[in-house]
């Protein structure tokens, strides 16, 4: 135990799955450097000079190495704007075209939705790869070179090296500024457009209905004359009744409330021709019976098509002349009908004066279409192209003299070789405190704590993401409760988890459904989510690349490490294919992959074809509308909530040491990359954090260095609590 008369030792945790930190132990009054007990693997503790370069790695390792790495995403795009130019050529030669939408497949609603889904997954898989590689080539562009890194610090301004913003803008050249937003804005339709280039299309019959005497019904064999109270019948309309007549048997029989369940639904997609069947009245034609029609119209699909179960035709917009039903209004929806219609149980149920006795309804399901529009794809080939040009420019920039520092570690090899001389004086130096000390350059004690994880980030990144998420997710829970309590007021029995992707015309939006509208009106207002979600996953990535770096970073001071830069020499590692380590790399990739699916299943365009009461597809009550999912809504909700939580715990996870962080801004790099002893090629070797030491009299001095420096006495871990600033 200590005693209250000794100094207080701080010893420092081994981080999990490395090797014991070299037996290093700490005291407020002076430091202890015990000789290392064991090295790191494959640390060699010659002197520098006699340290041989190590062959060049050949490989799956070389491959994914910086300009072959874009290679292969420029290729991957161009590949995608390949396989896009002959699909559009081929699909128009196959299927043709009807106004501006072709048809890829039509048949039954459940094979239809099937292909939908498959469809929509593999465009979400060839989008991501797309986006992935704008991305990384944005962040080429965005990058800035060591000479407008110099420009920028001599300002004393910081840029940021590995990650997307706006804030170099103001330092880099007009050429990638030009590259940087053309990649930008090209990703606009792909997030827009690209999940509607090809969609469901439903159908829905229009259908005649009529209330008819039960003698109707009765006489199949047409022994007596059909008299039409309402209007008289010309001679097609009655060989319409006639045809129908010799159908009945074909017919189902549904009782009050199962007739209004069946025909509630204003795009009636089961059912076609239907009779109300009311009680026979007194009406003899030259002295024999006859099979009465009481009232008689035909109903489109769309608004208004089920008025006759309020007692009016679809035309009728007014209020009636009882003035208890409001036309605009008869939405039945289960037991709320009842109310609205003034009745107490379904035998009071009357339309048109006539008391219902039962239905009898024709089965009928016409098919579902699974559709594309050029246009669509056309708009989608251009964007593609326009990146596929802006990545050709960038990987032609990037092997000029001035190439771009696109990682923390590509700054370390640069300010390594060529000292940065505006950074003296602060190597404690964060992120967060940089401006302050180049505005009053002070000594600052190092604490040797290690701080948590989300510290890689800006404080104003993280504030803008998570206030953006809650006020997503709280959209999002007040849609899904609006959805789900659409729903249970239909008077279809609603069931939550199986509908997922499919449409439930129960909730499409009931404002006449924007019938002849252009598909690109509701395909950018169906897919706008996709949009939103796009900015808040570059937000959400470049969140956990910031910490991944600072974590990588933080290495440095408790066991020697390779440099990790986007062109690799000597001992240095090659950066990140995907910009992370590839287990979190692969596994935000797929979740990206999987939000864009969901949502792309939750919100979407809806087009719905009308066919006539005898079956023909009747363009002038097309229907372009936009379709909801709630269970697939949910999911997405799950999913977006699982991602927000990892971020968090991400987060909260401390530094594997207590190294500044100095995140991605270059000031705060530079000011780590003063050592006092340097030599040529010192960043293709082993580097590691620490004390270095300095001239008698001058103050202590904190430095990444040469890891060689640390076993031959040179470099040493900081002590706690005492003051460290610029080298002598």
Not at 174 to 203: D, G
Not at 254 to 262: G, H, M, P, Q, S
Request: charge should be positive.
């Amino acid at each position: 135990m200590r005693g209250d008369g000794d100094p207080e030792v701080y010893q420092y945790p081994d981080p999990p799955g490395y090797p014991p930190y070299l037996g290093v132990s700490l005291e407020l009054t002076n430091i202890t450097h015990v000789p290392p007990s064991t090295k790191p693997p494959d640390v060699d503790v010659r002197p520098v000079e006699l340290i041989e370069t190590r062959p060049e790695k050949r490989g799956l390792s070389r491959l994914i190495g910086y300009k072959r790495g874009l290679v292969l995403y420029a290729a991957a795009t161009g590949i995608i704007l390949l396989f896009n130019i002959i699909w559009l050529i081929w699909a128009r030669a196959k299927y043709g075209l009807d106004g501006d939408i072709g048809t890829i497949s039509r048949g039954s609603c459940a094979d239809s939705e099937a292909l939908d889904s498959n469809l929509h997954l593999v465009i979400n898989i060839l989008s991501t790869i797309v986006l992935t590689a704008s991305t990384k080539f944005m962040l080429i562009a965005y990058s800035p070179s060591r000479a407008e890194i110099d420009g920028a610090h001599e300002r004393r301004r910081c840029l940021s090296v590995g990650s997307l913003g706006f804030r170099n803008l103001m330092a880099i050249s007009w050429r990638k500024i030009i590259v940087y937003l053309l990649l930008m804005l090209t990703s606009s339709p792909f997030h827009l457009l690209s999940n509607s280039a090809v969609f469901l299309t439903l159908a829905a019959n229009g259908y005649t209905w009529a209330v008819v005497s039960e003698q109707f019904v009765l006489d199949t064999n047409h022994t007596q004359p059909i008299i039409s109270s309402s209007s008289p019948l010309s001679e097609e309309q009655g060989r319409i009744f006639t045809d129908i007549q010799s159908s009945l048997p074909t017919y189902d029989k549904l009782i009050n409330n199962e007739c209004v369940d069946a025909y509630a639904d204003v795009y009636q997609s089961t059912r076609r021709t239907i009779l109300i069947v009311a009680p026979n009245v007194s009406n003899r034609v030259a002295g024999q019976n006859v099979s009465q029609i009481f009232k008689f119209d035909r109903s489109f699909a769309g608004k208004r098509a089920n008025n006759w179960i309020c007692g009016k035709t679809q035309s009728d917009k007014d209020l009636p002349s009882d003035g208890l039903v409001n036309f605009d209004q008869c939405d039945p929806k289960g037991a709320t009908i009842l109310s609205l219609l003034s009745i107490n149980s379904w035998q009071d149920w009357e339309v048109f004066n006539q008391t219902v006795l039962y239905c009898l309804s024709e089965k009928a399901e016409p098919p579902c279409s699974v559709q594309y529009s050029p246009t669509i794809v056309a708009l989608l080939i251009v964007c593609n192209t326009l990146k596929l040009a802006g990545m050709i420019l960038v990987l032609r920039y990037s092997e000029l003299q001035n190439r771009p520092l696109s990682c923390p570690g590509d700054a370390v090899a640069s300010f390594l070789e060529r000292e940065d001389p505006t950074t003296l004086g602060m190597c404690l130096a964060t992120r967060k405190g940089v401006k302050k000390l180049w505005a009053n350059p002070r000594p600052k004690p190092y604490n040797g704590r290690p701080r948590r994880s989300w510290r890689g980030a800006t404080r104003h990144r993280w504030l803008f993401f998570c206030a953006s998420m809650f006020g997503i997710l709280c959209g999002v829970l007040l849609l899904l409760a609006i959805v789900v309590s659409t729903a249970r007021e239909s008077s279809h029995k609603f069931h939550f988890f199986s509908n997922f992707g499919k449409v439930n015309t129960d909730l499409l939006p009931k404002g006449g459904g924007l019938a002849q509208a252009s598909i690109l009106d509701i395909t950018a207002s169906a897919n706008l989510p996709q949009f939103i979600l796009a900015i808040m996953w570059i937000l959400y990535r470049d969140i956990y690349t910031s910490i991944a770096f600072a974590r990588d970073w933080s290495r440095f001071e408790f066991q020697p490490q390779k440099l990790m830069v986007s062109r690799p020499r000597g001992q240095q590692r090659g950066v990140w294919f995907f910009s992370l380590p590839w287990a979190p790399a692969v596994f935000l990739l797929l979740m990206q992959m999987l939000l864009h699916f969901l949502i792309s299943q939750s919100v979407f365009p809806v087009r719905i074809e009308a066919y006539d009461e005898n079956g023909v597809i009747d363009p002038a009550h097309l229907v372009s509308n936009i379709g909801y999912s709630p269970v697939a809504m949910f999911v997405s909700l799950l999913v977006c909530v699982f991602l927000l939580w990892l971020l968090m715990w991400v987060g909260k996870q401390r530094m594997p040491s207590s190294a500044p962080i100095v995140g991605t801004c270059s000031a705060a790099i530079s000011a780590a990359c003063h050592p006092t002893r340097r030599t040529d090629g010192m960043a293709n070797d082993y580097l590691r954090w620490g004390e270095v030491q300095t001239f008698e009299g001058t103050q202590r001095h904190c430095s990444m260095t040469a890891a060689i420096d640390f076993d031959v006495g040179w470099a040493s871990v900081p002590m706690i609590n005492v003051l460290y600033t610029g080298k002598g």
